[in-house]
């Protein structure tokens, strides 16, 4: 079974850039499409963003502008950069697999990082 | 946009609860619902509006299609209580803001 786990810093400066890491295991970054997803406290879930094996992305088109995904195969990895945060973007954030060539749901997710903006 | 309703449902255990969830355009099947419980990841239940997710009981029934959507879990156990959030995949996905079921 597939396992993934977030990390990256808790605590980021208004204005910086947040940036986020998931390491995949129990199953190769080659076959499926991974995911990053966040919720404020007490609030919704938002898709951020997409990366597919290839490094090819989707991004939410409300965060479009602000968002850089990437993919590392041979490490297994990928990831998150959110430029110029504020603290709007403190929140919950998970990564996920998505098994879908084209946009699906979200069968494994990790555990979550708790990124707070303040400074 | 997904809209679900109600924002909570109380009910006792044992009972049948019905969530909705409404999308502003049709989304065909393209529709999941998770469950989540404070403080932990949300799990997926049902896929393509209607298809259980690999380890979920029988009582979580989907149903629907293009805007109008039914999450049904026919007899409440207490392990059920929790947020239920719709997702549309048919762009790209959106959630809708949660149903908190809570006990009666």
């Known amino acids: 079974q597939v396992h993934l786990q977030e990390s990256g810093p808790g605590l980021v400066k208004p204005s910086e850039s947040l940036s986020l890491t998931c390491t995949v295991s129990?199953?190769?970054?080659?076959?499926?499409?991974w995911t990053w997803i966040r919720q404020p406290a007490g609030k919704a879930l938002e898709w951020i963003g997409r990366?597919?094996?290839?490094?090819?992305?989707n991004y939410n088109p409300s965060l479009m502008s602000r968002v850089t995904m990437s993919i590392d195969t041979s490490k297994n990895q990928f990831s998150l950069k959110l430029d110029s945060v504020t603290a709007a973007d403190t929140a919950v954030y998970y990564c996920?697999?998505?098994?879908?060539?084209?946009?699906?749901?979200?069968?494994?997710w990790g555990q979550g990082i708790l990124v707070t903006v303040s400074s | 946009v997904m809209t679900q309703s109600p924002a909570t449902l109380s009910a006792s255990p044992g009972e049948r609860a019905t969530l909705s969830c409404r999308a502003s355009q049709s989304v065909s099947s393209d529709l999941a619902w998770y469950q989540q419980k404070p403080g932990q990841t949300p799990r997926l239940l049902i896929y393509d509006a209607s298809t259980r997710a690999a380890g979920v009981p029988p009582r979580f029934t989907g149903s629907g299609s293009g805007t109008e959507f039914t999450l049904t879990i026919s007899s409440l156990q207490s392990e059920d209580f929790a947020v239920y959030y719709c997702?549309?995949?048919?762009?790209?996905?959106?959630f809708g803001q949660g149903t908190k079921v809570e006990i009666k």
């Open positions: 990366v597919y094996p290839s490094g090819n992305t």
């Open positions: 996920a697999r998505d098994l879908r060539p084209a946009m699906g749901w979200f069968d494994s």
């Open positions: 129990g199953g190769s970054i080659n076959n499926d499409f």
């Open positions: 997702q549309q995949y048919n762009i790209w996905p959106v």
